[in-house]
Antibody
Framework: EVQLVESGGGSLQPGGSLRLSCVASGFSFSSYWMEWVRQTPGKGLVWLSEINGDGSVTNYADSVKGRFTISRDNPKNTLYLHMNSLTVEDTAVYYC??????????WGQGTLVTVSS | SALTQPASVSGSPGQSITISCTGTGSDVGANKHVSWYQQHPGSVPRVMIFDVTNRPSGVSNRFSGSKSGNTASLTISGLQPEDEGDYFCRSFTTTSTYVFGTGTTVTVL
């Protein structure tokens, strides 16, 4: 069974940094693209970033380019999202997802990030 | 910017409804990589359609997708109470990123 478990969310002040983790199991992690998507409470989904299987290719939404960094540790089956210079607009639930055929076929349960002064 | 979807669509049980997803020549109109996601309250999104028309294993054949120009569509046939929820489209773009739609709330009357 494919499982994705995010962690690392929390509350912090504007300007702060945070690292989110997503531990994968039930599939060959290094064979898949992985993504981060966020959702503001009561609002829509926003695609943030993706990384290919060996970590050599990354793509970012313009809204986070230069502030967020996606990475992965394949021996640990773990995906990361390093977030810097956070603002209140970054408050959201952050999901990791597995990428297949240009879609997200499995999602984690999400981790909440709250940025507030 | 986000793809445009109607805020809400409703229908009676057994009816068919269609949700539109309008983008531009840089996203929906540029490739076949449009997918659709269903999200029930308190749950994570679930992919219902990928690459415009394809259904993942386990998704009911009551769900179908299509695309014409810059607009993609999701049709739900034989509407059932469990189809209530939010639906989001997503498209690959010419800059190798993805963009989601604004989301549509489906209500079964």
């Amino acid at each position: 069974e494919v499982q994705l478990v995010e962690s690392g969310g929390g509350s912090l002040q504007p300007g702060g940094s945070l690292r989110l983790s997503c531990v994968a199991s039930g599939f060959s992690f290094s064979s898949y693209w992985m993504e981060w998507v966020r959702q503001t409470p009561g609002k829509g989904l926003v695609w943030l970033s993706e990384i290919n299987g060996d970590g050599s290719v990354t793509n970012y939404a313009d809204s986070v380019k230069g502030r967020f960094t996606i990475s992965r540790d394949n021996p640990k089956n773990t995906l990361y999202l390093h977030m810097n210079s956070l603002t209140v607009e970054d408050t959201a639930v952050y999901y990791c997802a597995r990428g297949v055929d240009h879609s997200s076929d499995h999602w984690g349960q999400g981790t909440l990030v709250t940025v507030s002064s | 910017s986000a793809l445009t979807q109607p805020a809400s669509v409703s229908g009676s049980p057994g009816q068919s409804i269609t949700i539109s997803c309008t983008g531009t020549g840089s996203d929906v109109g540029a490739n076949k990589h449009v997918s659709w996601y269903q999200q029930h309250p308190g749950s994570v999104p679930r992919v219902m359609i990928f690459d415009v028309t394809n259904r993942p294993s386990g998704v009911s054949n009551r769900f179908s997708g299509s695309k014409s120009g810059n607009t993609a569509s999701l049709t739900i046939s034989g509407l059932q109470p469990e189809d209530e929820g939010d639906y989001f489209c997503r498209s690959f773009t010419t800059t190798s990123t993805y963009v989601f739609g604004t989301g549509t709330t489906v209500t079964v009357l």
